[in-house]
């Protein structure tokens, strides 16, 4: 079985070769090309795989789809979002450990706890 961190930290490790800083060749390579290209080439894919993921998750809700269609377009989601985070110096790593962070705390209890704070200070 595959083991997912270990396939988003090699994908990582190739994005981060592919920076204009180390080399990556816009002329040969898609990730490249968007770093070389900049935030608004691959922040517009973001958005665009984002409506993608909806739009096959909406398919698959009213039985048009399929499950691999809604994986694919969560793939180039996930693909395009670490471009993001590789121009911002960021890895999968601090995405997990922010998961981590998350880890067993409602998301209730966590906006309730947002809540509490904010009032504290407006008081
Ligand atoms: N995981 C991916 C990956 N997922 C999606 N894509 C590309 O992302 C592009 C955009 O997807 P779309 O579905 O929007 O395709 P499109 O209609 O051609 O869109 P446009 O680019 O024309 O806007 C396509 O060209 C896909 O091939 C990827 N390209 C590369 N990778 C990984 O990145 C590595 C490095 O790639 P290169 O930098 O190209 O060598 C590869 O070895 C792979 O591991």
Excluded at 22 to 33: C, H, L, M
Aim: hydrophobic share 40%; no cysteine; net charge negative.
């Amino acid at each position: 079985m595959t083991n997912s961190t270990d396939t988003l930290d090699r994908l990582a490790a190739v994005i981060e070769s592919r920076k204009p800083a180390n080399g990556g060749d816009p002329e040969k390579s898609y990730v490249a090309r968007l770093l070389h290209k900049g935030p608004d080439a691959f922040l517009k894919k973001v958005a665009e795989e984002a409506g993608e993921t909806v739009m096959a998750a909406k398919d698959l809700q009213y039985g048009a789809g399929d499950a691999k269609a809604l994986v694919g377009e969560v793939a180039d989601l996930w693909f395009h979002s670490m471009i993001t985070l590789a121009h911002f110096g960021l890895s999968p790593a601090d995405v997990v450990a922010e998961l981590a962070r998350r880890e067993g705390l409602s998301g209730l209890e966590e906006k309730a706890l947002r809540k509490a704070q904010a009032r504290e200070q407006g008081e």
